[in-house]
């Protein structure tokens, strides 16, 4: 039986989560957005000011995948949230409880950590992987939309 582990990331690790993101990106068909470097997941998830965590999914030793993650807050509930930001299991290691092992370790950290909320967002195409999120629990959140200010649109509201 293949033993898959979890464990948390390190500034060794910065090339390898640099190349599940890319990896991530194209799968989502979106590899020409990817502009951080090896030296921006160093500085970002490990740097001195780094304000989020990463966990590296193994298989039998073999790095498979990984997630990163970032704790936010609820005004509702008083609480913080784990916030997943990113996960992502290599294409020849689906289906070997790898993703399940990775959101079943997120959530055990949001519990230790007192979080009242696990949340995710998925783009609207993926099956694959909204199936797998409503296998394990996962409820979508339809009556919110998601806004995003960047490049030029984000600094003309800082200057404004």
Known sequence: MPSIMIRDAGVADSALIHRFVVELATYEKAAHEVLATVGDIENALFGEKATVGAVICELDGEPIGFAVYFF???TWLGKHGLYLEDLYVSPDYRGVGAGKALFKYLAQLAL??????F?????????????????????????WLGYRLTGKALERLAKA
């Open 112 to 117: 230790s950590k007192n979080c009242g909320r």
């Open 119 to 143: 949340e995710w967002s998925v783009l609207d195409w993926n099956e694959p992987a909204i199936k797998f999120y409503n296998a394990i629990g996962g409820e979508p959140q339809n009556e």
């Open 72 to 74: 936010n807050f609820s």
